[in-house]
């Protein structure tokens, strides 16, 4: 069982990325996806997940400007980030959700290795 975060890189303010998570040995179609970050110095913290059916949650500071998605691929999930802020350069992990709140590191079981994403001009 591995994911395999992807599609980080440097790009300047207001430009778009997407991040991909690829899992290796199961689906991810049963399971909610999370998308975290985590910023030299900070704690990681949740920016979106997606449930089973499709139902999201996003961190208030991208709400509006990333989206998350499942692809076509029962494996994959995007995390698709427009209208990009230096505040937004960091580490983004996506993880498989176990139980318990969803904001909270613990509640994942399996996580990517992490795509740096700088947003620098």
């Known amino acids: 069982v591995q994911l395999q975060a992807s599609g980080g890189g440097l790009v300047q303010p207001g430009g778009s990325l997407r991040l991909s998570c690829v899992a290796s040995?199961?689906?991810?179609?049963?399971?909610?996806i999370g998308w975290f970050r985590q910023a030299p110095g900070k704690e990681r913290e949740l920016v979106a997940v997606?449930?089973?059916?499709?139902?999201?949650i996003y961190t208030d500071s991208v709400k509006g400007r990333f989206t998350i998605s499942r692809g076509n691929a029962k494996n994959t999930v995007y995390l698709q980030m427009n209208s990009l802020k230096p505040e937004d350069t960091a580490v983004y992990y996506c993880a498989v959700y176990d139980s318990g709140s969803v904001h909270y590191t613990g509640s994942y079981t399996y996580w990517g290795q992490g795509t740096q994403v700088t947003v620098s001009s």
């Open positions: 040995g199961f689906t991810l179609d049963h399971n909610a």
């Open positions: 997606i449930n089973s059916g499709g139902n999201t």
